[in-house]
């Protein structure tokens, strides 16, 4: 592949071999605030990479070094993030400064940056992430434009797509305010799915936000933090997925 050498000093030795890939947005009003502030030393923040919406890809912290982009969180209980993963930033304004869909030469150089990268680390289907699924307190990004479902056609990453009567046999949705064995199940799942979320407890704030960043991820076309059958529906598929290829992975 090709790529735009832009050094940012902003990285450190790696604890970990790499095994997640981590997909943000920029969140900026253009690529090339974006791309002084990931070399910024004094920002303290950076990625592997940072591909533009005219599908430029920059590189910017060698894949074996931790770059500093995850901040707090965690995912299938890697809590130090940067450590265990590789970050690509992906140009786009975000929802504070007019949120867009991603162009089609950005895309293409994403899907084909994710299949470079793959070829060199083993990362699981199920440890390719946005920002939010790894900080759903905190972070909306990708968000819910960005096309997971593309990128796991492309085959990086997990999707799927429940059928009509599973998702009616799931009954009545869960909201805020709610507890029992529904919500103990709900957080259960979000919890072996990899959030940073404790499988006990009642639909609380956590709860909302966590589904809401399950959502912008898996069922992007109604993000509203609440747990109705389609959103539950999509949680069950993704962790017999999950738990296919883990099993997979150890027979390889």
Do not use: C
């Not at 059928?163 to 009616?168: H, M, Q, T």
């Not at 709610?178 to 709900?186: A, H, N, P, Q, R």
């Amino acid at each position: 592949m090709e790529f735009i050498e832009a050094p940012s000093p902003n990285f450190d030795e790696r604890r970990v071999l790499p095994d997640i890939l981590v997909l943000h947005y920029t969140g900026m009003q253009t690529g090339e605030a974006a791309l002084e502030r990931l070399r910024d030393p004094e920002a303290k923040v950076s990625s592997h990479y940072l591909v533009e919406e005219d599908g430029r890809i920059f590189r910017l912290v060698p894949e074996e070094r931790r770059a500093w982009h995850a901040g707090r969180g965690a995912w299938q209980g890697t809590d130090d993030v940067n450590s265990a993963s590789i970050g690509i930033e992906i140009v786009n304004p975000g929802h504070e400064f007019g949120y867009r869909p991603f162009p089609e030469p950005q895309m293409a150089s994403v899907v084909a940056l994710v299949a470079d990268i793959r070829s060199r680390w083993t990362i699981p289907d199920s440890r390719i992430i946005g920002h939010s699924d790894m900080a759903p307190t905190r972070k909306d990004d990708p968000g819910e434009l960005f096309p997971w479902k593309r990128l796991a056609g492309e085959g990086h990453g997990l999707w799927f797509e429940p059928a009509a009567e599973r998702v009616k046999a799931l009954g009545a949705p869960l909201q805020p305010g709610d507890e029992g064995l529904g919500v103990l199940v709900l957080r259960s799942g979000l919890h072996r799915l990899g959030y940073p979320i404790a499988p006990g407890g009642e639909y609380d704030a956590e709860t909302a936000k966590t589904v809401t960043a399950f959502q912008r991820h898996w069922r992007q076309h109604r993000v509203d933090g609440i747990a109705d059958g389609e959103t539950r529906a999509r949680l069950v598929g993704l962790l017999q997925l999950a738990s296919v290829e883990s099993v997979t992975g150890v027979l390889d």
